[in-house]
């Protein structure tokens, strides 16, 4: 495992490139005691998404993708779309018909061959361990005729929003929408007539409090 592929290893970066001491910075930062930070260090906490936030407020340059993930470029600058994607803060089942209203929570540098054009929470439980709820999900709106089978995608329809995994139908003009957890949610058969829109999920930032 390599130094950037751990929460601390990414972290023990930015605090460098501040030039400060660990407790220093989480004074910085407005934490009350560094403790929170050792933790990480010790292997007991990953970096959660409130403390990715509070970091990137004061290191504006630092990419929060990053940070939680280990992917792509610790600066924003570095291979990165220049505006980020709006990430709102509303669970993408419920809020998605919605979107017009939302104002985005913050903006998410995430690496250009992503290919996403925002991203939103999965608070549903269908998806089991692969997604997990509370799972940031980032989004590409597609044609419905352009689904793979196989992918995983939020559909719309008039009766139901849902995010599975899309199988297609031999010899039917419907969709199978897959759940991971079948031991406690049935899959739904849904004609591809009634599919109205269409967001396959492009990429996922699962984060460990």
Request: hydrophobic content about 40%.
């Amino acid at each position: 495992m390599t130094e950037m592929s751990t929460p601390w290893g990414r972290l023990e970066q930015v605090i460098r490139r501040a030039n400060m001491t660990t407790n220093y910075f989480a004074r910085y930062i407005g934490l009350i005691r560094g403790e929170n930070l050792y933790q990480i260090k010790r292997g007991n906490n990953g970096i959660s998404f409130s403390l990715a936030e509070r970091i990137c407020h004061y290191f504006p340059e630092i990419n929060k993708m990053w940070l939680l993930t280990g992917e792509g470029h610790m600066l924003c600058s570095e291979g990165h779309n220049a505006g980020g994607i709006p990430y709102y803060e509303a669970d993408v089942e419920s809020s998605i018909r919605d979107l017009a209203t939302l104002t985005p929570s913050m903006s998410l540098q995430v690496p250009q061959s992503v290919r996403a054009e925002m991203a939103m929470q999965y608070c549903g439980r269908a998806m089991g361990e692969q997604t997990p709820s509370g799972t940031i999900v980032l989004l590409q709106k597609i044609d419905p005729d352009a689904i793979i089978p196989g992918s995983e995608c939020v559909i719309i329809s008039k009766k139901i929003v849902t995010l599975r995994i899309v199988r297609a139908m031999a010899g039917e003009a419907a969709l199978r929408l897959e759940a991971v957890d079948r031991s406690r949610f049935d899959d739904i058969v849904l004609p591809a007539e009634q599919i109205e829109a269409a967001y396959v999920v492009r990429g996922k930032l699962i984060i460990n409090n």
